[in-house]
T-cell receptor, first 110, second 114 residues
Framework: DAGVTQSPTHLIKTRGQQVTLRCSPKSGHDTVSWYQQALGQGPQFIFQYYEEEERQRGNFPDRFSGHQFPNYSSELNVNALLLGDSALYLC?????????FGPGTRLTVL | SQQGEEDPQALSIQEGENATMNCSYKTSINNLQWYRQNSGRGLVHLILIRSNEREKHSGRLRVTLDTSKKSSSLLITASRAADTASYFCATDGRGETSGSRLTFGEGTQLTVNP
């Protein structure tokens, strides 16, 4: 079992650009959640996808959007990047209550 | 905003000693989970304790939950240098759907010195 995978590992963008991050859930998991973790802080919930629909959303602006595909994989898109979007972006998959996290994508916005 | 707080923020111990970390939260929960994170990498799931459980063990880990005080503790026994990491507790709210959003604390940075 490959576990949760994310790509890319690292990404450097400039302000105003757009970025797409990808996540493949653990085998058998149908729910994908995305979190943002700033340096030295705990992860913050962005949104969650289930059955290709956004089921819950945290306190993030509309610049953050996502998608879930029929194979349960997911994308996180961020438009009009700001310096403050620099963070570790974590994807978690779940089938029931336990959420398992991927290794994350480190996004740096210059 | 964060659900709660971990205490202490940082903990430094010698190999072989026990490490205890505490977590407090603010709202009623379904479950509480503990995670480990090494050097800004992904979170590793350690243990889940349900709101109707008071104590749970997994290997060298012991987790307690006191819902009346809205607090939990994680005990790592016989610590090893490889246990050096940040530890986070995360809660999901009572009444939420399964696999619901997790709310994290700020974490405890544990350093185990050889």
């Amino acid at each position: 079992d490959a576990g949760v995978t994310q790509s890319p590992t690292h990404l450097i963008k400039t302000r105003g650009q757009q970025v797409t991050l990808r996540c493949s859930p653990k085998s058998g998991h149908d729910t994908v959640s995305w979190y943002q973790q700033a340096l030295g802080q705990g992860p913050q919930f962005i949104f969650q996808y289930y059955e290709e629909e956004e089921r819950q959303r945290g306190n993030f602006p509309d610049r953050f959007s996502g998608h879930q595909f029929p194979n349960y994989s997911s994308e996180l898109n961020v438009n009009a990047l700001l310096l403050g979007d620099s963070a570790l972006y974590l994807c978690a998959s779940s089938f029931f209550y336990e959420q398992f996290f991927g290794p994350g994508t480190r996004l740096t916005v210059l | 905003s964060q659900q709660g707080e971990e205490d202490p923020q940082a903990l430094s111990i010698q190999e072989g000693e026990n490490a205890t970390m505490n977590c407090s939260y603010k709202t009623s929960i379904n479950n509480l989970q503990w995670y480990r994170q090494n050097s800004g990498r992904g979170l590793v799931h350690l243990i889940l304790i349900r709101s109707n459980e008071r104590e749970k063990h997994s290997g060298r880990l012991r987790v307690t939950l006191d819902t009346s005080k809205k607090s939990s503790s994680l005990l790592i026994t016989a610590s090893r240098a490889a246990d050096t990491a940040s530890y986070f507790c995360a809660t999901d709210g009572r009444g939420e759907t399964s696999g619901s959003r997790l709310t994290f604390g700020e974490g405890t940075q544990l350093t185990v010195n050889p």
